[in-house]
């Protein structure tokens, strides 16, 4: 984990006390180029880590490919030039038979920071992207509790946060199953998204019907933008959404849940997805909806 993790001298300060100088762990940030076929596409900075599948998850997300076969092959660039940490900071990606080139408008050969997601798109008309899948058409729900038990279990699982208190997660919970499918964490929102939707790709899951989405902060467009390019019926946030990603779920059939906290949430769009268990007169509980 030694790119995951990194350490340094700090110095903590306290009213009352002396200050202290102490070894810190700090999450990982460093660029990943990513190419398709030899070209550039995009720059992003991420955690090192499941790199494979944060391309994976980016192509996905930006219509480039939908299903498993069509990510043929990546490979980091470690050519002459490059050397120690560097070589593993350019992954080339093959794509499989029948998979166009990336269009002109696509191609973002500059920096993309760890928040953005959608930076650099040429115009207003490539920011949302066509899915391959009809979400309006996935009959999947689930149990209000069921929802609101996932943002504890996603923090419970955030190993690197533990230790760093500075990464964002993402994961994929099977609804029928209840099980955790993946948890991908990154100091990028839109990057552990892409990680976990990536692994599902790979994994020849997509459509992820069936899924809920749930991640550790707010719901902004990028992200669901991302969750309807994989096809993902319900997505899930701890924090509040923006008014373009509440849009954007109406339009896509996802349902979009805010504030998942603690006995309660919000539901923004296609709330007929969410079964509530209320008490019944004789102190038993029945499926109200």
């Known amino acids: 984990m030694g790119r995951v993790i990194s350490k340094r001298i700090v110095t903590r300060f306290e009213q009352g006390s002396a200050p202290v100088r102490r070894r810190d762990s700090l999450a990982g940030e460093e660029p990943l180029e990513i190419r398709v076929g030899g070209s550039p596409l995009a720059v992003t900075m991420r ?6 599948e944060l391309a994976a998850g980016f192509l996905v997300s930006e219509g480039v490919i939908s299903e498993a076969g069509q990510f043929g092959a990546a490979e980091y660039c470690r050519g002459p030039e490059a050397e120690g940490e560097n070589a593993y900071n350019v992954l080339n990606v093959l794509t499989g038979p029948g998979v166009d080139v990336p269009a002109a408008d696509l191609i973002r050969n500059f920096y993309t920071t760890s928040s953005c997601g959608i930076c650099g798109k040429a115009s207003i008309e490539a920011v949302e992207t066509v899915s391959a899948f009809a979400i309006e058409e996935d009959g999947a729900t689930i149990e209000l509790g069921q929802l609101l038990e996932m943002p504890d279990r996603l923090r419970r ?14 994961a994929l919970f099977e609804i029928s199953s209840g099980e955790m499918l993946i948890l991908r964490e990154d100091v990028g929102r839109h990057n552990a998204v892409d990680k976990a939707i990536g692994w599902a790709l790979m994994e020849g899951r997509l459509p992820l019907r069936d899924c809920v989405l749930q991640v550790s902060g707010r719901a902004s467009f990028e992200l669901i933008q991302k969750a309807k390019m994989a096809g993902v019926p ?3 946030a701890v924090s509040a959404p923006s008014s373009l990603a509440v849009e ?3 339009s896509a059939g996802i349902t979009l849940a805010g504030f998942v906290r603690g006995d309660s949430l919000v539901a923004y769009s296609h709330p007929e997805r969410i079964r509530v268990r209320a008490a019944d007169p004789a102190g038993g509980s029945t499926l109200e909806r």
Not at 158 to 170: D, K, M, S, V, Y
């Open 234 to 236: 319900v997505f899930s």
């Open 157 to 170: 699982e955030q190993a690197i946060f533990e230790r760093t208190g500075g990464l964002h997660a993402a």
């Open 47 to 52: 955690t090192p880590g499941n790199d494979y």
């Open 248 to 250: 954007l779920a109406v």
